[in-house]
């Protein structure tokens, strides 16, 4: 029974993953002709778009109905199969779409600063990566100098993420390394 609550808990976060993944690539505009945009739509219409006709997008671009979803099914996984109290299953719900877009960020920040020891620019997969953390290095960048070519704002948000990851795990604890 364990070995089936463990895979369903990967199948849980796999999809609370590509529901906050599409919320923040609907959020940055990346085109949805791209190839990664078209798995995710397809992977999540059938959830996600009944519930886009009752709770719209914030602003156009922000899909509140996507984010929703990865919380609930996190939550419900958390009260019926961890049978955690329904306060501390909505907190870790919570927890976890946080820390879902945090690691999407720190990942996604990571790959495009390894590409540009490599790529130098001409890689497709460099704009979509760019698209993804330009929301956020762009308002990073706008408090930092000019430093001519080099761009200090992957590792101000790497430290960022880094320092907030280490903030959580002290304050919340168990809820957070759970989520």
Request: aromatic content about 12%; glycine content about 4%; some cysteine.
């Amino acid at each position: 029974m364990d070995f089936i609550i463990q895979l369903l808990h990967i199948v849980v976060s796999f999809f609370s993953f590509v529901l906050i993944l599409r919320a923040w690539l609907e959020f940055c505009r990346v085109s949805p002709s791209l190839p990664i945009s078209q798995s995710l739509i397809r992977l999540t219409k059938a959830m996600v778009n009944p519930i886009n006709k009752v709770i719209p997008n914030v602003r156009g671009n922000i899909n509140i109905s996507a984010i929703l979803i990865a919380m609930l099914i996190t939550t419900l996984f958390f009260l019926f199969f961890a049978q955690f109290p329904i306060t501390v299953a909505l907190a870790v719900g919570l927890l976890s779409v946080i820390k879902t877009f945090g690691q999407i960020l720190f990942f996604t920040t990571l790959i495009r600063a390894l590409m540009s020891w490599v790529t130098q620019g001409n890689h497709p997969l460099d704009y979509t990566v760019s698209q993804i953390t330009e929301p956020v290095l762009g308002f990073i960048r706008r408090f930092l100098p000019r430093t001519g070519m080099l761009d200090f704002s992957v590792m101000i948000l790497a430290f960022i993420l880094l320092s907030l990851n280490q903030l959580f795990y002290s304050k919340i604890g168990m809820l957070w390394a759970i989520a």
